[in-house]
């Protein structure tokens, strides 16, 4: 949506030579930027994941990622390793403790920085307020943000996501993800 909306804001520009294409250029390194927040996210959660699961929650790992996040971590190795099941509110406390780490230490400063270097107010503006929608969320559910620069708003839509995951299941979040149908009925609401 993001860049047919881009294409349809530059066609005033097509009288000026070069000018469309150095926006819509312009448009894709902006949207290449988020790409690349992302793929430093889910390296960053794996490389954190899997040395406390090789490590534990020793010196090193509490100074990078923080002495809760590790202990909810560990805790969650431990419930792995023992067959138990990690309760939801600890899951919760997990995802808020990664989400909240992921904000500070990397999106936050790329994601200001990205908007910094964007010169296109219309469509920064427009990239402020985007619908976002996850795969297991059914076809009529959305996360609206006014403002995707905001952290607190970014943390209260991961959290959202979470939420709408746990209440599905993990399976069928699989599942959708995988590109199968989600239960029938589902509709991205919360159940009854």
């Known amino acids: 949506m993001g860049k047919l909306g881009a294409r349809i804001a530059s066609l005033p520009s097509l009288c000026i030579p070069g000018k469309r294409a150095r926006q819509l250029d312009a448009v894709a390194v902006f949207a290449d930027r988020f790409r690349s927040i992302n793929r430093e996210v889910c390296a960053e959660a794996y490389a954190i994941f899997t040395y406390t699961r090789q490590y534990g929650g020793n010196e090193v790992i509490r100074?990078?990622?923080?002495?809760?996040?590790?202990?909810?971590?560990?805790?969650?190795?431990?419930?792995?390793?023992?067959?138990?099941?990690?309760?939801?509110?600890?899951?919760?406390?997990?995802?808020?403790?990664?989400?909240?780490?992921?904000?500070?230490?990397?999106?936050?400063?790329?994601?200001?920085?990205?908007?910094?270097?964007?010169?296109?107010?219309?469509?920064?503006?427009?990239?402020?307020?985007?619908?976002?929608?996850?795969?297991?969320?059914?076809?009529?559910?959305?996360?609206?943000f006014r403002d995707f620069s905001s952290k607190d708003e970014r943390l209260a839509a991961g959290m959202q996501a979470f939420r709408i995951a746990e209440d599905l299941g993990l399976q069928a979040v699989d599942d959708a993800l995988d590109g199968k149908s989600l239960p029938a009925g589902y509709n991205g609401l919360k159940q009854a």
């Open 63 to 144: 100074a990078v990622i923080g002495a809760r996040f590790t202990r909810l971590l560990v805790d969650c190795h431990a419930s792995c390793a023992a067959g138990t099941e990690f309760p939801r509110y600890k899951r919760e406390q997990l995802f808020h403790a990664f989400l909240a780490w992921e904000q500070d230490h990397i999106v936050v400063p790329k994601v200001a920085e990205a908007f910094a270097s964007f010169d296109w107010p219309l469509i920064a503006w427009l990239a402020r307020r985007p619908a976002i929608r996850f795969a297991y969320f059914g076809k009529h559910k959305r996360l609206r």
